[in-house]
């Protein structure tokens, strides 16, 4: 059974800091991986999907990498802001499926 | 860019009614939609698979009576929660994957607060 986690759980950092959030997974066996944002009590953001034969994504300030073979993920937050603040998700998604199983998350606060 | 609606965005309802929750793919058919609940500052557990036509299809430990699933066209799925108690109050979210397009971006809807008193 696939089981996601994200570490840290909890994130606060100044501004201008550059970040690196942290998923791993124990079935290797993915079809894609996906990195999500929640704002408190709203729905999720698509940020970076990485499919199975590649090794990262960038968009913006945010820089996903993919490490199949030992199951992990990061994502990479350069000079963040207030307004980066949130939950942050990763997903894998299997092969024939369209489900997705969700890490545990990481809030991060982003401060003046 | 796709966009998938949930409605209502915050419903309270009494303990023992039933309250229904709608997922609709707004610019897109979705043969295949899912049903994610997810519980204060936790990560998101999927409930069921939504199929077009066909009976949902559930994940273990998930009451298929209790969370009644309807997806009875290709861009509309309903979750219906049964008898609601109070730890049934959760957030709960759809997401949809547009059938016609290759690849595999999924969107979610804004979710939808339950409330049971």
């Known amino acids: 059974k696939q089981e996601v986690t994200q570490i840290p759980a909890a994130l606060s950092v100044p501004e201008g800091e550059n970040l690196v959030l942290n998923c791993s997974f124990t079935?290797?066996?993915?079809?894609?991986l996906q990195w999500f944002r929640q704002d408190p009590g709203k729905g999720l953001t698509s940020l970076l999907l990485?499919?199975?034969?590649?090794r990262e994504q960038t968009s913006g300030r945010l820089n996903a990498s993919l490490d199949k073979s030992s199951g992990r993920s990061t994502l990479y937050i350069a000079a963040s802001q207030p307004g980066d603040s949130a939950t942050y998700l990763c997903?894998?998604?299997?092969?024939?499926?369209?489900?997705?199983?969700f890490g545990t998350g990481t809030r991060l606060q982003v401060f003046p | 860019g796709a966009v998938v609606s949930q409605h209502p965005s915050r419903v309270i309802c009494k303990s023992g009614t039933s309250v229904k929750i709608e997922c609709r793919s707004l610019?897109?058919?979705?043969?295949?939609m899912f049903w994610y609940r997810q519980f204060p500052k936790k990560s998101l557990m999927l409930m069921a698979t939504?199929?077009?036509?066909?009976?949902?299809?559930?994940e273990q430990g998930v009451e298929k009576d209790k969370f009644l699933i309807n997806h009875a066209s290709l861009t509309l799925s309903t979750l219906t929660v049964t008898s609601a108690h109070p730890e049934d109050s959760s957030f709960y979210i759809c997401?949809?994957?547009?059938?016609?397009?290759?690849?595999?971006?999924?969107?979610f809807g804004e979710g939808s607060w339950l409330t049971v008193v």
């Open positions: 939504s199929n077009e036509g066909s009976k949902a299809t559930y």
């Open positions: 610019d897109f058919q979705a043969t295949t």
């Open positions: 997903a894998v998604g299997g092969y024939n499926t369209d489900k997705l199983i």
């Open positions: 997401s949809a994957r547009d059938s016609n397009r290759l690849g595999n971006t999924i969107y």
């Open positions: 079935d290797s066996a993915i079809y894609n």
């Open positions: 990485i499919q199975s034969s590649q």
